[in-house]
């Protein structure tokens, strides 16, 4: 999978709205409230394009096969013969023994433990075996789960597995009463303005339908790394995770999962997860127990214009690879900092997030074709995808620098440099003290930026090391100031920065107007 850097604009705002519909209760009570909670395109197939005159039919056929999901886990309890600690007070205080005697009365009653519930949805996709889906924060972290039929019958399931990163989880039921199924569908087929039926558990109250449109594909609402939500206008609320939304042809192209929604409730603004990215998850939980994902070994970022332009790119698209984790597949390839994936086995990257996407879904050990943009043209180079899972386990995936080699710094102190609206300085040991910086790491440290300047627009700041400038190495303030200027004389609107953070790589242009 590439990894891709953290979003820190834009979205922040919907994300703090995000709610995922599951509603939740504590026993013994009788409020009901909402948790927070919620990656792929869209599918399915597209009969009549028309509004029916009644969706009657089609939610008589499809209600048996929604089922509501019940989860119960045991709260904490304070171990035996345990109780809170006495405030402190003067020695000989009255208040001492007062609370003494209360808490030793506490402990002497036996106080039943207490259960939180919660409520989501879920369908059956396989009558035979029993196989149930619905999203991982349902039942993440459930004692207990249980499955309810249309018509009431309560069945214990089991967890075969779930997957965080998508919020997709599969439960097996075993039961002699006959079971309803659904088939998945084409998301891809999906076109916005196409009618769907979403059927859920809203608040606990049971099975409910409600109808609407695509409202919009591709939404990225930072809850995964994969995220390619279907935005729909039927109304979705708290209870609804993991129910299933229909096309006009009786098939789940989506997962409901997210609402946007400043106070809980539906405003109309409701997000699935895409059928297609679902049936791959789906079929790894129900074969392995886990996903098992295919892994490239880059970190990546967006290509914007400026980057494009800097780096001789016709149109900012692909992902810009910041760095590449040492001896990973993508290293092994032959796949450098700097490089523009613009292709992945035959499938373009107009994106920065498509990358991870189209990575992932590729199979483990497979020798795929990678076409680069390098240094002004395009090559194309093999790479070997490796499993996504397996490198989490081995913690390869926040791997920086190799840091084998810490050689002694020995820079002198220098004047600081101005350039670009920045104080520039080789690095010294007490610079590297200062800033953190890694005893390996070689480059021009930025010791101020100036206030207004280009630089403090891009979020250059001081402490940041400048690696290389149009993608060559610099290693002293003068071999920044002669590249901008080679950049200047050669007329290029901006110039590429290679900046590390504390260990953390990316990619700045800066205008040079």
């Known amino acids: 999978m590439a990894e891709a850097r953290p979003r820190k604009a834009g979205v922040r705002p919907l994300v703090a709205a995000i709610v995922w519909g599951m509603t939740s209760v504590m026993a013994g009570g009788a409020v009901m409230g909402g948790i927070a909670a919620a990656p792929a395109q869209a599918q399915a197939a597209t009969p009549n394009r028309n509004a029916p005159g009644s969706f009657a039919d089609l939610a008589e056929k499809l209600l048996p096969a929604v089922v509501n999901i019940s989860t119960s886990q ?18 000989g205080s ?21 259960k939180a519930t919660s409520l989501g949805s879920g369908f059956i996709i396989d009558a ?10 349902v039942v993440q972290d459930a004692d207990e789960i249980t ?12 967890l075969v597995g779930k997957d965080s990163k998508t919020d997709l989880a599969l439960l097996k039921i075993k039961t002699s009463h006959p079971l309803v199924a659904v088939p998945f569908g084409d998301s891809d087929a999906m076109r916005v303005g196409d009618w769907v039926l979403a059927i859920g558990n809203p608040f606990g109250l049971g099975g409910s339908v409600t109808a609407g449109i695509i409202s919009a594909r591709q939404r990225n609402i930072d809850a995964g790394p994969y995220d390619d939500f279907l935005q729909t206008d039927a109304s979705i609320n708290r209870g609804n995770s993991g129910g299933p939304m229909f096309n006009l042809n009786g098939e789940v192209i989506g997962i409901n999962t997210a609402i946007f929604s400043p106070s809980g409730g539906s405003v109309g603004i409701g997000f699935a997860i895409p059928s297609n990215l679902a049936k791959q ?12 994902r295919g892994w490239l070994g880059v970190r990546i970022q967006a290509v914007t214009p400026e980057i494009a332009e800097s780096l001789g790119l016709p149109g900012h698209k692909g992902a810009l690879v910041a760095s590449v984790t040492p001896d990973g597949p993508a290293a092994k390839g032959g796949i450098q900092a700097g490089d523009v994936v613009t292709k992945f086995d035959g499938r373009e990257i107009d994106e920065m997030r498509r ?37 989490e386990e081995q913690g390869l995936l926040a791997a920086g620098p190799d840091e084998k080699q810490q050689p002694k710094d020995k820079a002198p102190a220098q004047k600081p440099t101005e350039s670009l ?34 630089a403090a627009e891009k979020g250059l700041r001081a402490g940041d090391v400048i690696i290389e400038v149009g993608q060559e190495e610099v290693r002293k303030p003068e071999d920044v100031t002669a590249k901008v200027q080679k950049a200047k004389e050669q007329s290029k609107k901006s110039v590429l920065l290679l900046v590390d953070r504390k260990g953390d790589l990316r990619f700045v242009a800066i205008p040079l107007s």
Do not use: C
Request: charged share 25%; proline share 8%.
């Open 355 to 391: 990358l991870p996407r189209v990575v992932a879904e590729t199979s483990i050990d497979k020798a795929v074709p990678v076409e680069v943009w390098r240094k002004g043209k395009s090559q194309t180079v093999q790479v070997k995808v490796g499993e996504l899972e397996a490198a």
């Open 128 to 137: 035979k075996n029993g196989y149930v889906v619905t999203n991982n924060h």
């Open 147 to 158: 499955v309810i039929l249309q018509d009431d019958t309560n069945i214990k399931a089991e």
């Open 94 to 114: 009255p208040f001492e023994d007062f609370f003494k005697d209360f808490f030793d009365r506490q402990q002497q009653q036996d106080q039943p433990q207490r």
């Open 421 to 454: 609206g920045m104080k520039l300085t080789a690095i010294t040991p007490e610079l590297r003290q200062q800033y953190e910086i890694k005893p390996d790491m070689k480059g021009v440290v930025i010791t101020d930026v100036v206030s207004n300047s280009t």
């Open 281 to 292: 998850v789906v079929a790894q939980l129900k074969d392995y127990g886990k996903t098992r």
């Open 74 to 91: 045991n709260a904490p309890q304070r171990p035996q013969g345990q109780r809170p600690e006495i405030p402190q007070f003067p020695p």
